[in-house]
């Protein structure tokens, strides 16, 4: 306690705030220089103000979808009590509210679909990654393979996962469609490369003196792995993962743009399309909150791995 106190200073604390604040005007100051020089095909590009109006609309939208579904479904209910009062025998039901969807749902049905593909990649990566770690001729055949693929653009993978998923996928009354699925095997593909590579990496770095002392006390596969290799790997899994996650996130939103898939992928496409003078600042605000979203997830991956690594001078960053 001594010692952290010790390291605490009004003014390093002041310029801790003060020179990111500084810096998030001087970038707001210059948007508003520049829009006011900027004409598009959609009409002047929106400032600051602009967007944050942008915002509210569709926050307010968002709020007046909700009201619409309470009602159809109040509606609905009021609908059943009559016809139960009338008949108590009756079959009633309550259908679905089936609206537009909103920003906020978009964003959300991103998220979810952001984490499938980033947890498909991970449960694929991390132990292919330890068994590829722990065998060096395994390694030295998977690696030419890993270096081949891991460059590939999402472009280049969603035709041949659309064409896959269309042929394998053929419920007739899916729980989920075809777009999401689409998606989220894309997200996974071009995700799960950086989580494989630095697993790897972590398990060839587990020190020599730990492999001797597992060897002599004669520890099982999954022992050594458990008691010796993965508290050792972590800090590089845990790189890879925050690595992998971003990625994902900048993939989904390609992805769904091209597989209209719903997303703010989509939402940015639709406004696109659209063409009418409030889609620039809906852009811009769906922009801004993608970014933030990356900014978001990247330092909840930052306080697991604070959490779960010894190693916490790797997790400062």
């Not at 939103?253 to 063409?275: C, H, R, T, Y």
Request: glycine share 8%; proline share 5%; charged share 15%.
């Amino acid at each position: 306690m001594k010692q952290q106190m010790a390291g605490f200073s009004p003014q390093g604390a002041i310029r801790a705030v003060s020179m990111p604040v500084l810096g998030v005007l001087a970038f707001l100051l210059l948007w508003q220089m520049a829009a006011q020089n900027v004409t598009t095909s959609l009409g002047s590009l929106p400032g600051p103000a602009g967007v944050w109006a942008q915002a509210g609309n569709l926050w307010a939208d968002h709020l007046d979808e909700q009201r619409r579904a309470a009602e159809f479904i109040e509606m609905q209910k009021e609908r059943n009590a009559e016809i139960l009062a009338r008949n108590p025998d009756a079959e009633v039901r309550i259908r679905p509210y089936s609206g537009k969807e909103t920003f906020i749902d978009q964003i959300l049905t991103s998220l979810g679909t952001v984490f499938s593909g980033f947890l498909l990649a991970s449960l694929l990566a991390i132990p292919l990654g330890i068994v590829v770690g722990l065998n060096r001729y395994l390694y030295e055949a998977v690696n030419p393979v890993i270096q081949v693929f891991k460059p590939v653009s999402p472009l280049a993978w969603l035709p041949i996962v659309t064409l896959v998923v269309s042929a394998t996928y053929t419920v007739e009354d899916p729980m989920v469609s075809r777009a999401f699925i689409t998606s989220m095997v894309t997200v996974s593909l071009c995700s799960l490369w950086p989580t494989l590579v630095n697993t790897i990496m972590g398990v060839n770095a587990v020190s020599q003196d730990l492999r001797n002392v597992s060897q002599v006390l004669r520890l099982g596969f999954f022992t050594h792995v458990w008691r010796v290799v993965l508290p050792s790997a972590i800090p590089m899994i845990f790189t890879g993962l925050r690595l992998s996650l971003g990625i994902a996130w900048m993939v989904l939103i390609a992805a769904e743009m091209l597989a209209q898939s719903p997303g703010l992928g989509k939402f940015v496409w639709d406004e696109f399309q659209n063409g009418s003078s409030e889609s620039l600042g809906r852009i811009m605000v769906a922009v801004i909150v993608i970014g933030l979203i990356g900014l978001v997830l990247d330092r909840g991956m930052l306080m697991l791995q604070r959490l779960l690594s010894w190693d916490r001078a790797s997790a400062t960053h």
